[in-house]
């Protein structure tokens, strides 16, 4: 099981980029899992569609639905909250795009709670 301990961890071992990041901002993010995936990984994310990388948006989404299969309660609410719902609130969720495509199982019915 994956620990909302280890969510920057977790983070920076499948996104090595981001990794640079947070070893840069180390005095802010540190102990800040839910800050840093909201501003860094939902970031990543976005850019990674604007540059149109499947590559990285399928890797991303990917790793959403591992932490939504395999985390605690913790780690799997951050991802909704800090990823998912801000993903949601971005608009990038149209259900016959591309990121749709490209969601798990457990992400598509963490998105769909953002509609109720």
């Known amino acids: 099981m994956l620990v909302y301990q280890n969510a920057?961890?977790?983070l920076c071992e499948n996104f090595p980029e981001l990794k640079e990041i947070y070893d840069k901002e180390l005095d802010?993010?540190?102990?800040?899992?839910y800050v840093f995936y909201e501003t860094e990984f939902t970031k990543?994310?976005?850019?990674?569609?604007?540059?149109?990388?499947?590559?990285?948006l399928i890797k991303a989404f990917h790793f959403v639905e591992r932490i939504l299969?395999?985390?605690d309660n913790e780690f799997s609410n951050m991802v909704e909250v800090a990823v998912l719902e801000a993903l949601?609130?971005?608009?990038?969720?149209?259900e016959k795009g591309q990121c749709w495509n490209l969601l798990g199982?457990?992400?598509?019915?963490?998105?769909?709670?953002?509609?109720?």
């Open 28 to 33: 802010y993010y540190i102990d800040l899992p």
């Open 69 to 71: 299969q395999e985390g």
């Open 44 to 56: 990543y994310i976005m850019e990674s569609i604007r540059k149109q990388n499947n590559r990285n």
């Open 88 to 94: 949601y609130f971005e608009g990038v969720f149209d």
């Open 105 to 116: 199982k457990l992400s598509k019915e963490s998105v769909r709670k953002c509609n109720e």
């Open 8 to 10: 920057i961890k977790v």
